[in-house]
């Protein structure tokens, strides 16, 4: 097979091709959808209304971006080492542990500011400490860390089961959680934003950390393109061997790189547990581990893709609730579906449509008789 | 614990281990060729649903069987597609089909039969039932022997012994044949497989369909043979544990058949040790046996428990020429 050779121009490369990635992600859904015996036109139409449609759907949607968003920076920071960290959801877990017990310890004694400041490095460092035993043993011992992050996220569905049914339940409560927070152990929710906007935010859990979140996405743009390390996980990402040469320490850099990407993944938890329940139960994660994959796949690892293709997975959450609920015959679980698409076309296919495009795009004639004249 | 107690453990031992044996030696296939695949999980779970609905809509559970090796093939040209032609990455392709499994069998099952995703509940006659074996009646009252023939061996269903039947043929297909070879070769050195005139990406095509009918056979065994329909998520990753057995066996058919029955014991143990207390160690917690494949997969991939050393070309896709 012969790939066409060329550049492409930027916004072809970082505009068009994702977009057309995503586009056919979606057009699939839709004859699935139609395959089914049912309208997609009609379905879209009440998702972006379940989504999109007043302030409480916003907001709703606004909430589970704020998981994407720690959760896509994560797997994205890994991607910038050439690492595949799909041991988010164990990372999450964990991190949860780590905001319960500042929330626990704090909550009755400080106010919700100075106990967020601790959770949030908490959730940090349990989420990093989940990261740092593949990361050791992909650096010092050639372990893949693909399969020992899957293993972990079982291994930390086992434990937080063990640690919540038998050590830090409320005792004389059935199910296994911890006691709600008090007022210090919780984020206030950002009804005063949605209110700027004119927007009621309803009984939606929009809370805090989605500043914090968006802090998160800054600080990784400060930390990948604006420093020497991130200059570092970016050249051990494109050719660890030329690193290794130009004298980057390979094994801390990998280590420090999925510790900060087990520490982002950690953060997350800040939202479901600190910011809407107020304590922490089984299963909280509840998959969010995995849509940073989609989200860092079609933001192209970069914050500013990542923010959008999380808002645009929150509407598919948000939204889908509210489709199952008007479309009985669709259940939710087509926002699985659509995000299997995305992450096949926009990750494994990227490159699919990159042929034709380097014919369309590509200002050949110039380039090849170029680099022809340079070869001779 | 007496010996009725020990054929009832070995017997869910063998029952928990199969699927895990099929999707194992499917991993065995594409990883030997030097394709990762993350996609076990989806690649049986799907593969149960489409036996399931096939078995329901014919009430042929060889029908079914058929549509789910189907299922696995297309879901395993699928991942092809994506890690062979078109050269991407292979973890990312395996973490797509897993995605797209979950979701579409939940909505295909919501749609067609109305009850949240499952499958209605088959009749014995659309399943694979239980074999009894000649004379087990007879030899039971004999001691030791009888329970251990009419209680394990016999009494399973056929696709129990196919699997068991696999592992053999499988290192056999891998060790004393051509194709077997050449597999091996292309796990870990593609170019002397080309420079040999031997298409690369045609041998990988054809290992990843050997992976597509096992996967087939794993999910057929979950929904129509060890339960009578399909369940939403019913494969409750089996594929992983599967993989971590792949891991465990350092891609070996024989390993992998002592691995998966490793795990499925203690999958079976944890059920029956709830609340046993060890004396001097007092009661053992229930997620730790069940964390133990996982546990005991990182720390031999750690390299504290003999070296396990992945093909070598694995995860790399093949370009002929630059």
């Not at chain 1, 650096?139 to 293993?151: N, W």
């Not at chain 2, 891609?251 to 691995?259: A, G, I, S």
């Not at chain 2, 014991?265 to 007092?282: E, T």
Request: charged share 10%; with cysteine.
């Amino acid at each position: 097979m012969s790939v066409p050779l060329g550049t492409l121009p930027r916004w072809v490369n970082f505009g068009l091709l994702p977009l057309l990635n995503v586009a056919v992600a979606f057009a699939i859904s839709g004859l699935v959808v139609l395959f089914i015996g049912e309208n997609p036109i009609e379905a879209v139409k009440y998702l972006v209304a379940g989504a999109l449609g007043d302030g409480e759907g916003i907001a709703f949607t606004l909430y589970y971006a704020t998981n994407f968003i720690f959760t896509g920076l994560a797997v994205a920071v890994a991607f910038h080492g050439g690492l595949f960290n799909i041991g988010g959801e164990g990372q999450v877990y964990l991190g949860g542990l780590g905001v319960a017990f500042a929330a626990l310890a704090l909550d009755r004694y400080m106010p919700w500011y100075i106990t967020a400041v601790l959770a949030t490095a908490a959730a940090f460092a349990f989420g990093a400490a989940w990261a740092f035993i593949p990361a050791w043993l992909q650096a010092k011992r050639g372990s893949h860390i693909v399969i020992t992050t899957i293993m972990f996220n079982f291994i930390a569905a086992a434990l937080m089961v063990y640690l919540l049914v038998n050590v830090i339940k409320q005792p004389g409560n059935m199910s296994p959680q911890t006691r709600l927070f008090e007022e210090g152990g919780q984020l206030p929710k950002l009804g005063w934003l949605m209110q700027v906007f004119g927007l009621d935010i309803g009984a939606a859990p929009f809370n805090v950390s989605f500043l914090i979140a968006l802090v998160a996405a800054f600080a990784v743009w400060l930390l990948i393109w604006r420093t020497r390390f991130g200059f570092e996980i970016r050249t051990m990402g494109t050719n660890a061997t030329a690193a290794v040469y130009a004298g980057i320490p390979y094994v801390k850099t990998v280590v420090v790189t999925m510790l900060i990407s087990g520490g982002l993944s950690g953060m997350m938890a800040l939202n479901p547990v600190m910011g809407d329940a107020g304590k922490l139960q089984i299963d909280f994660p509840a998959g969010a581990g995995f849509v940073g994959i989609a989200v860092a796949l079609m933001g192209r690892s970069h914050p500013v893709g990542i923010v959008i293709a999380s808002i645009l997975f929150g509407v598919l959450y948000q939204g889908g609730a509210a489709l199952a609920f008007d479309m009985p015959n669709i259940s939710r679980e087509v926002i699985i579906l659509i995000q299997g698409l995305v992450i096949l076309f926009a990750g494994a296919l990227e490159h699919m449509f990159r042929p034709a495009l380097i014919v369309l795009f590509a200002p050949k004639p110039k380039s090849v008789a170029a680099s022809a004249a340079g070869a001779a | 614990m007496d010996f009725a107690d020990l054929i009832q453990i070995l017997a869910a031992t063998v029952r928990l281990s199969v699927p895990l044996i099929f999707t194992a030696l499917a991993g065995l296939y594409a990883e030997r060729s030097g394709i990762f695949d993350i996609g076990l999980e989806g690649k049986m779970l799907f593969s149960a649903f489409s036996a399931a609905s096939v078995a329901t809509v014919t009430g042929s559970a060889w029908l079914g069987l058929f549509a789910g090796i189907l299922t696995g093939v297309l879901l395993s040209l699928l991942h092809g597609f994506a890690s062979i032609t078109q050269r991407g990455n292979q973890i990312i392709s395996g973490v797509a089909i897993n995605f797209i499994a979950s979701g579409l069998t939940i909505l295909l099952g919501n749609a067609w039969f109305g009850q949240g995703g499952r499958t209605p509940q088959l009749p014995n006659t659309a399943r694979f039932t239980e074999i009894t074996l000649p004379f087990a009646a007879d030899i039971a009252p004999i001691p030791f022997i009888g329970p251990l023939y009419s209680g394990l061996i016999s009494g399973q269903n056929i696709l129990v012994y196919l699997a068991f039947l696999a592992v053999p043929f499988t290192w056999w297909v891998l060790y004393r044949t051509r194709f077997g070879l050449r597999v091996r070769a292309v796990g870990e050195n593609p170019g002397a497989v080309d420079t040999a005139g031997i298409s690369v990406a045609w041998l990988r095509y054809r290992a990843l369909i050997c992976c597509g009918i096992l996967a087939g056979f794993a999910g057929t065994y979950l929904s129509i043979a060890q339960s009578a329909g399909f369940i939403r998520e019913m494969s409750a990753g089996k594929g992983y544990i599967a993989l971590a057995a792949l891991v465990f066996a350092k891609w070996k058919p024989l390993n992998v058949l002592l691995t998966c029955l490793l795990f499925g014991f203690l999958d079976a143990a944890s059920i029956r040790l709830q609340g046993i207390i060890i004396p001097g160690f007092g009661e053992v917690p229930v997620q730790l046996i069940q964390a133990l494949p996982y546990i005991l997969t990182v720390i031999l991939l750690a390299g504290f428990i003999g070296k396990a050393i992945p093909p070598k070309a694995g995860g790399v896709p093949y370009v002929k020429e630059r």
